[in-house]
């Protein structure tokens, strides 16, 4: 069911400034059928048994015989009045989810920052840097993305602020709003408890100085500290568990007191949400990456997960979770990224210390249902956190200059040591998911590179047993040509799975049955996925994060820097996610030397001639150098071929 959020207001400045090239954005296409059809076969068919191939090939014939042309030619009719086939049905995948946002929200961990070692300083530099980006995208003079090939879409930028998913019945996709124009507050979170700090005055201007927020971050940590068992009556709880848990409970609590609606909508509408974490201090790359995805001990509660939070613990470390349903890695990253580097739009600041005040943000809670649907929450985020394998590998042998100067993509070569590293640990053929941007249509997201074929699928196989390392080098670079051949449809929207879901989502809104071709093995086998990896990042943001796939899955977010890469890797299972990762780094470290081999044998192999001057030049000096250079300039005698 399409459940279309309203856009935020559009106002003249957005309009002529961030917004202006919008109309001339070229519409996302949907590939032909057949073609959609091909490659999913030639995609998933190296991951089948002889079988269960030949079983998905008869499927695949059928669906382009029975019901798939019809489905094409209502997906095209969709299209037509649309201004993105893709938007409402790929949104839906998150606002139409009832489980836990846990499996949906991905995560950023900032480097240390130098000067931010406590939390109120931390968490003021980062939201200074916040409202000045803030009046940047609000007021419409956040420039243009540029690539060399056009502009990017810029729809998601109003979305960056004052958004909120709201959860609904079950059944019923989540609502979306926003109040980016007004808003003038944002939320903080510290022990579970909830606080309003007014930061945007009556005339739009920052009244919140680095300096006030830090004061104002301390109060509220004082304030926090003197709560008895938060904890038991968190509110903010609730949005990280079940969704229908959440919609029930905040139903009961709306209805129990004006209070408790007026404080949900003063959360709702904030910019955005700052959980300050106390009691986390000195936490290793690791158990920072797990606090942002799912919290710790202590920790897990305070979250407002239907938002985006600037999480900061007690010594300064500090990262960012987010709702995904309109914001995409590539937007948050470029938001984060600068943040961290102190983004000034030269916003004026006028510091109020009469309306920078905080205010705690009351909740009542007293029914037993909700407060037993709050400790299942927190159990639940424990649990997970708990057996949660999260590896951090910051791989300092070699980054995307040497990649480049060996004449290859930096995503290719590192996803082709992702796989074969997966294969190393697994022992066969996994189904990979790459996320591709796609902004480069109107309303365009990330479409998927399912970076799987015949030929890589047997380099994998092979690659152990190869000889030498020419051989191993060849079958590298091939396998770093297919991955860019499949990385590149999909940037031009030529993948499988946004097609094959529109298909299966017009079947569903119009109450047909489900498409003929998924009712295969091979369709099971598609969306099982084992190797779910994002190219996400860059300083001074550590790692990019998000939760394992599937049951025995790896997801793995990464960057690629000059000299170094970042790698986060998470799977359910602690001993699975090290071996993955210890696998890794020595794939690396393997496919460097081996390049760096079979370039010295090259370089020798065709070291230049001399200078042929140099080589006809006689001796400067001595006779019998000079007799010597006489003979070797002498013809000399050819030995006959019999």
């Not at 820097?561 to 602690?574: E, L, P």
């Amino acid at each position: 069911m399409n459940v279309r959020p309203a856009e935020p207001r559009t106002t003249r400045s957005r309009s002529d400034g961030t917004l202006q090239k919008q109309d001339s954005l070229p519409k996302m296409p949907i590939a032909p059928l057949e073609d959609t059809i091909s490659a999913y076969l030639q995609q998933v068919l190296p991951c089948l048994t002889a079988e269960q191939a030949e079983a998905t090939k008869a499927k695949a014939a059928l669906f382009l015989e029975t019901d798939g042309p019809s489905l094409h030619e209502k997906l095209l009719a969709h299209d037509a009045q649309t201004e993105n086939y893709l938007e409402d049905f790929y949104r839906e995948i998150y606002t139409g989810y009832e489980g836990s946002n846990h499996s949906l929200n991905p995560t950023f961990v900032m480097f240390p920052k130098e000067g931010c070692d406590t939390a109120p300083k931390s968490a003021a530099n980062l939201v200074a840097a916040s409202l000045q980006h803030y009046v940047h995208v609000r007021d419409g003079a956040f420039p243009i993305q540029e690539t060399r090939k056009g502009s990017l879409c810029m729809r998601q930028m109003p979305w960056l602020y004052g958004t909120a998913r709201v959860p609904s019945p079950a059944g019923m996709p989540d609502d979306l709003v926003n109040s980016i124009d007004e808003s003038k507050h944002i939320a903080v979170l510290c022990r579970g408890a909830v606080y309003n700090l007014p930061v945007v005055g009556d005339q739009g201007q920052i009244i919140a100085s680095k300096e006030l927020l830090e004061a104002r971050f301390e109060e509220i940590m004082q304030h926090a500290s003197s709560l008895e068992e938060p904890q038991r009556t968190s509110v903010p709880a609730l949005t990280t568990g079940d969704r229908n848990a959440y919609h029930k409970a905040r139903e009961v609590l709306t209805l129990a007191s004006p209070d408790n609606a007026a404080s949900f909508s003063t959360v709702d509408s904030a910019l955005f949400v700052v959980a300050i974490d106390v009691g986390a201090s000195g936490l290793s790359a690791e158990e920072m990456s797990r606090n942002v995805l799912y919290g710790l001990e202590g920790t897990n509660y305070n979250r407002w997960m239907d938002k985006w939070n600037i999480i900061v613990c007690e010594d300064g470390q500090a990262g960012l979770n987010w709702e995904h349903s309109m914001l995409d890695g590539h937007t948050m990253m470029e938001y984060y990224a600068e943040i961290g580097k102190e983004y000034d739009s030269g916003a004026p600041v006028e510091p109020d210390e009469a309306a920078c005040v905080v205010t705690p943000v009351p909740f009542d809670v007293v029914d037993d249902e909700t407060l037993g649907s709050i400790a299942t929450a927190i159990d639940s985020a424990t649990t997970k956190t708990t057996g949660l394998g999260q590896e951090c590998l910051e791989f300092q042998g070699f980054g995307g200059t040497f990649i480049k100067g060996s004449k290859c993509s930096p995503d290719g070569f590192v996803q082709a040591a992702m796989m074969i590293s997966y294969y190393q640990v697994k022992q066969k053929i996994p189904v990979p998911y790459e996320s591709v941007l796609a902004k480069a249509y109107k309303h365009g997201r990330v479409t998927v590179a399912r970076n799987m074929s015949e030929l890589i699928a047997n380099n994998l196989k092979a690659w152990e047993g190869m000889a030498t390392a020419e051989e191993k080098v060849e079958a590298y670079r091939a396998t770093i040509a297919d991955i860019s051949r499949i990385c590149a449809a999909a940037a031009k929207a030529q993948d499988v799975d946004r097609p094959m879901l529109g298909y299966r989502r017009i079947a569903s809104d119009e109450g047909l049955e489900n498409p003929s071709i998924v009712d295969d093995a091979g369709w099971t086998r598609f969306g099982e996925i084992d190797l779910c990896t994002s190219h996400c990042g860059r300083a001074p943001i550590r790692f990019f994060g998000f939760e394992p796939p599937s049951a025995d899955g790896f997801s793995v977010g990464y960057y690629v820097d000059k000299n170094s890469m970042q790698f986060s890797i998470t799977h359910f299972d602690k001993a699975e996610a090290k071996k993955f990762s210890d696998t890794l780094e020595v794939t690396l470290n393997a496919v460097k030397g081996l390049f760096e081999e079979v370039a010295a044998k090259g370089a020798a192999e065709e070291k230049p001639p001399r200078n042929r001057m140099e080589v006809d030049k006689p001796p400067a000096c001595g006779v019998a150098a000079w007799r010597e250079w006489q003979v070797r300039k002498e013809p000399q005698p050819q030995a006959r071929v019999a």
